[in-house]
């Protein structure tokens, strides 16, 4: 097993820009979420990937937007960067059932 | 809608003796998961425990274990044994049973004293 692996772990970003964060699941496991967690709070859920497909949204506008590929790797994609748009985002994967979600070490995105 | 709340934003415990941490959700979907994370300061997520809506019994992982109240909607999480490698941010998250979305609460931060 080798984790999730997230990229780049930090990220300095214009107001405006676009940004694409990638994720690496752990082996097996086919199911795939993002979160965004502002400093001092808990994570907000954006989306879930399960086998390419998105099957669940939080409340995130359309320019949050995924992909979820055949190896199970994900990318996350935000458009029209907006300053409260920074935070730590996490990527997390798991197999299902009464497992927990295996947690990457998140992107630390700073918008200016 | 889907609430966690967790009304500790602090907590201390002296080394060697057990903490509960407080969690309460609201859901009215019957089938759910509710888990523990721990946050280290250096931002991993780490899960702890998980419990079933459907499970007749308390989840135990070594020092960690569930307090599961359903009728109440609690979900408490009892560290026996503190150790100063526990001080971190705690998390309690439910997961529906047939949607992808898991909420997550502002959790609590624990501090271990020597």
């Known amino acids: 097993e080798t984790g999730v692996t997230q990229s780049p772990t930090h990220l300095i970003k214009t107001r405006g820009q676009q940004v694409t964060l990638r994720c690496s699941s752990q082996s097996g496991h086919n199911t795939v979420s993002w979160y965004q967690q502002a400093l001092g709070q808990g994570p907000q859920f954006i989306f879930q990937?399960?086998?390419?497909?998105?099957?669940g949204r939080g409340n995130f506008p359309p320019r949050f937007s995924g992909l979820q590929f055949p190896n199970y790797s994900s990318e996350l994609n935000v458009n029209a960067l907006e300053l409260d748009d920074s935070a730590l985002y996490l990527c997390a994967s798991r197999t299902g059932g009464n497992y927990g979600y295996t947690f990457g070490s998140g992107t630390r995105l700073t918008v200016v | 809608a889907q609430k966690i709340t967790q009304t500790q934003p602090g907590m201390f415990v002296q080394e060697k003796e057990a903490v509960t941490l407080d969690c309460t959700y609201d859901?009215?979907?019957?089938?759910?998961?509710l888990f523990w994370y721990k946050q280290p300061s250096s931002g991993e997520m780490i899960f702890l425990i998980y419990?079933?809506?459907?499970?007749?019994q308390n989840a135990t992982e070594g020092r960690y274990s569930l307090n599961f109240q359903k009728a109440r909607k609690s979900a408490n999480l009892v560290i026996s044994a503190s150790q100063l490698g526990d001080s971190a941010m705690y998390f309690c998250?439910?997961?529906?049973?047939?949607?992808?979305?898991?909420?997550f609460g502002d959790g609590t931060t624990l501090t271990v004293k020597p």
């Open positions: 859901t009215s979907d019957p089938s759910y998961g």
């Open positions: 990937y399960y086998r390419e497909e998105e099957n």
């Open positions: 419990q079933g809506s459907y499970d007749q």
């Open positions: 998250a439910m997961l529906l049973g047939g949607i992808g979305k898991s909420t």
